[in-house]
């Protein structure tokens, strides 16, 4: 079998901070082979947005990894001089963001932007070309009328637009890698529909690798074979997403599963989590939910770690045998 496009182990990315270390990213692992979407789903501040902007090198400083390895298509980005990583970043790695606005330059059309990125990357031979490819791929994300509106600034489009061509930008190098943080919360239905379908296909035809985090759970059981559950900066449960949501074992997925709205069964009542998150940086060696946890024991004190729970899954929880049916 080849090795996974991109492999962590033992992630661990700290934020100095006046209260103490913030550990955001506490011993993640994961793997994503070519042309696999993993979805990657916790609360706000789980530590999903700063595991991958680990990965991508684009922490911001005092933020910075302390451990782990990062290898995709077998080289070692901890290892890689800057400029290469940034090389990399470019062309093999994308991250799509769910604030357009900030992702794109206020000061330069869409076209420019698009075909800038074609250009740099020698995918477009020339302008002509790169303009007729801009507009192709920003008609795939579903910018109607694209070729005339190439012009426009992102001002003149609609957040929803603007959104898309953020995500036209990401793609237009044809990364191998595309890290999509909640990159379609802002669009409607139809719409997100349509650019997870374009994601779709790249991932079949192109083999791109898709690392899709998202609140959504009906969006990674629809589009993600494979999930990967984060809790106050650790990977709590993770495995076939078929598996991990009609039986979680870990009671924190149980809970997220009972918090959140599902589709296709609105009227079903919602049960928060009750409790907050923990301070990441008054952290003790035990499980991290277990002040939230209904099956907590005073076994749950001691250090936890990811161990198999069947089907192909990984838990973090001790007590993850007896929630087998
Ligand atoms: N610049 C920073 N300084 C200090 N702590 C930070 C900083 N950035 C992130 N953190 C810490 O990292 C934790 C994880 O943040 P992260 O953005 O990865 O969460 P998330 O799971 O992506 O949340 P969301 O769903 O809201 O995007 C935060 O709770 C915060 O404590």
């Given at each position: 079998?080849?090795?996974?496009?991109?492999?962590?182990?033992?992630?661990?990315?700290?934020?100095?901070?006046?209260?103490?270390?913030?550990?955001?990213?506490?011993?993640?692992?994961?793997?994503?082979?070519?042309?696999?979407?993993?979805?990657?789903?916790?609360?706000?501040?789980?530590?999903?947005?700063?595991?991958?902007?680990?990965?991508?090198?684009?922490?911001?400083?005092?933020?910075?990894?302390?451990?782990?390895?990062i290898l995709f298509a077998g080289r070692d980005l901890r290892r890689l001089p800057h400029a290469e990583l940034r090389a990399l970043r470019g062309r093999q790695m994308a991250l799509a963001m769910q604030d357009a606005l900030s992702a794109l330059n206020p000061a330069f059309t869409i076209g420019t932007q698009v075909t800038e990125t074609l250009l740099t990357h020698r995918i477009a031979p020339d302008m002509r070309a790169a303009r007729a490819q801009a507009a192709a791929l920003l008609t795939r994300v579903g910018i109607p009328a694209a070729a005339e509106r190439l012009d426009d600034y992102p001002h003149q489009?609609?957040?929803?637009?603007?959104?898309?061509?953020?995500?036209?930008?990401?793609?237009?190098?044809?990364?191998?890698?595309?890290?999509?943080?909640?990159?379609?919360?802002?669009?409607?239905?139809?719409?997100?529909?349509?650019?997870?379908?374009?994601?779709?296909?790249?991932?079949?035809?192109?083999?791109?690798?898709?690392?899709?985090?998202?609140?959504?759970?009906?969006?990674?059981?629809?589009?993600?074979?494979?999930?990967?559950?984060?809790?106050?900066?650790?990977?709590?449960?993770?495995?076939?997403?078929?598996?991990?949501?009609?039986?979680?074992?870990?009671?924190?997925?149980?809970?997220?599963?009972?918090?959140?709205?599902?589709?296709?069964?609105?009227?079903?009542?919602?049960?928060?989590?009750?409790?907050?998150?923990?301070?990441?940086?008054?952290?003790?060696?035990?499980?991290?939910?277990?002040?939230?946890?209904?099956?907590?024991?005073?076994?749950?004190?001691?250090?936890?770690?990811?161990?198999?729970?069947?089907?192909?899954?990984?838990?973090?929880?001790?007590?993850?045998?007896?929630?087998?049916?």
């Open positions: 079998m080849n090795p996974p496009l991109l492999s962590v182990r033992g992630l661990r990315t700290v934020f100095p901070t006046r209260r103490g270390p913030v550990v955001a990213a506490d011993d993640v692992d994961l793997e994503i082979a070519e042309g696999e979407a993993l979805g990657i789903v916790g609360e706000s501040g789980s530590g999903k947005s700063v595991t991958f902007l680990s990965v991508l090198g684009l922490l911001r400083p005092p933020g910075r990894i302390e451990a782990g390895e489009f609609s957040g929803g637009m603007r959104q898309r061509a953020m995500i036209a930008i990401s793609l237009a190098a044809r990364p191998r890698l595309l890290v999509a943080d909640e990159p379609t919360t802002a669009l409607d239905v139809t719409l997100r529909a349509q650019v997870l379908d374009l994601l779709d296909t790249l991932r079949r035809e192109d083999g791109l690798a898709l690392a899709l985090i998202t609140h959504d759970l009906a969006v990674v059981a629809e589009r993600c074979p494979r999930v990967m559950v984060m809790y106050a900066g650790q990977v709590v449960e993770s495995g076939p997403t078929e598996a991990v949501i009609a039986r979680p074992r870990h009671p924190y997925t149980r809970g997220l599963l009972e918090s959140l709205p599902r589709l296709e069964d609105p009227d079903r009542p919602l049960h928060p989590i009750p409790g907050q998150v923990p301070d990441l940086a008054r952290l003790d060696p035990g499980c991290r939910f277990r002040n939230r946890c209904g099956m907590a024991i005073a076994e749950c004190a001691a250090p936890v770690t990811l161990q198999p729970a069947g089907e192909g899954r990984l838990s973090r929880c001790i007590r993850a045998p007896e929630m087998a049916p």
